[in-house]
């Protein structure tokens, strides 16, 4: 049984328990059918080293750290560094998993060194983390002792890069569903603060978007939201004709006024800015981990305020609402 569905109660999550476990149960038939149909996936899952308890856990680091070389014997290292090179593409870290250096195409600290000394505290609350792929920010939460964070990340091979982490991590108030936000009941009044970061540009309805995770939250809960946004003083968005910086999903990039109205409308209030910052090649950019392209190859090389389509350059801005 997933370990959310045991906690229900003592997470007060009953009256969400049947839209729950059957979501649950849904997803973990889908997800061991998909293992089972890989021999790649099957052996790395088999032979993870079982038993293995990392000497130390470093959540705190900007690198997340498990481990050190000296706790796996030399067939146990190279079974995993072959493992964990089958899981690529990670794209958020990085991680140092038993001396392997998981250098990912993300900085993500610095995002959430952006976002930490900002949010309200975390101890003791339920957070829900929309978009979690490797678990990279669930995992620095943990130092705060929230009461637990849920994650949702539909793209399987992210989701199984969770599972590999948190087989040696073992942070027993994290959990993890590999669905999608839209797949997801709605666990009304339930979250005291939710991170969506770098999902609403991928959203054809924002607004929509925003209003269903503020149905999630209780009164005063507070939202992270960072997403793509234009420069400007104008209550406008940019729809990008087809691609943006190559991305086929990207729809709406409104700038900060813009989006401060659409979460007034979706029901928030207390909303402010409190970081903009551009994507720089130093956060983004390609390593051994992801075998795509970055964000180098994104932007027109005549002039990296462009990107190939001739649009602004990418920049991201963090904002805080409360539910009110
Ligand atoms: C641009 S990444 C952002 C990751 C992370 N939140 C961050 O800010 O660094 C978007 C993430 O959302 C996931 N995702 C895509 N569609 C989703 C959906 N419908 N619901 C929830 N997550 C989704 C992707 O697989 C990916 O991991």
Redesign the pocket.
Known sequence: MHRLIKRCSELELDEFYVELSELINERKKHVSEYINSEERLKKIFNELPSGTVPSSVDLNSDWIRIGIKKDLNTNQYEQLDRSLRDLHPWR?GPFDIFGIKVDTE?A?YM?WNRVKDHIEPLAGKRILD????SGYYMFKMVEQSPEMVLG????LQ?YFQYLVLQHFIQASDIFCIPA???EMPVLEKYFDTIFC???LY?RKSPIDTLKQIHDNMRKGGELVL?TLVIEGESETALFPQNRYAKMGNVYFIPTVRCLTYWLERAGFGNIRCIDTSPTTLKEQRKTEWIKTESLADFLDPDDPGKTVEGYPAPIRSVLLANVK
Request: charged share 30%; no cysteine.
């Open positions: 958020k993300w993500s995002k929309i978009g979690s792929s949702i990340e539909p793209y992210f999608k936000l839209e970061m770098g999902i991928h960072e």
